[in-house]
């Protein structure tokens, strides 16, 4: 059975910095992509970020680009999202989910999230 537990989420000022993580477990974590799915209030899902199984290759929206930071630990099965100078369009609740970017429309592999609140 797939288990995906996001922690790590808050309230936090425009600028301001936090850290996502998502342990994973029932599956072979280190084989698979993963994403990082958002959904702000009154919008649909969006992915953020994606990460190659080895780590080694990562990618954003162009609206994070350069502020989030994608990782993984492969050892401890743990899924990570670094989040820099925060603004009010990132709030939201993330998401982390098994598979690559099209998993964004597909609930089943998600956890059940973490609510960021970016907020003056």
């Known amino acids: 059975q797939i288990q995906l537990v996001e922690s790590g989420g808050g309230l936090v000022h425009p600028g301001g910095s936090l850290r996502l993580s998502c342990v994973a477990s029932g599956f072979a974590f280190s084989d698979v992509y993963m994403t990082w799915v958002r959904q702000a209030p009154g919008k649909g899902p969006e992915w953020v970020s994606n990460?190659?199984?080895?780590?080694?290759?990562?990618y954003y929206i162009p609206s994070v680009r350069g502020r989030f930071t994608i990782s993984r630990d492969n050892t401890k099965n743990i899924l990570y999202l670094q989040m820099d100078d925060l603004s009010v369009e990132d709030t939201g609740l993330y998401h982390c989910a098994r598979g690559t970017t099209s998993v964004v429309s597909d609930r089943a592999n998600w956890g059940q999230g973490t609510q960021v609140t970016v907020s003056s």
């Open positions: 990460i190659s199984p080895s780590g080694m290759s990562t």
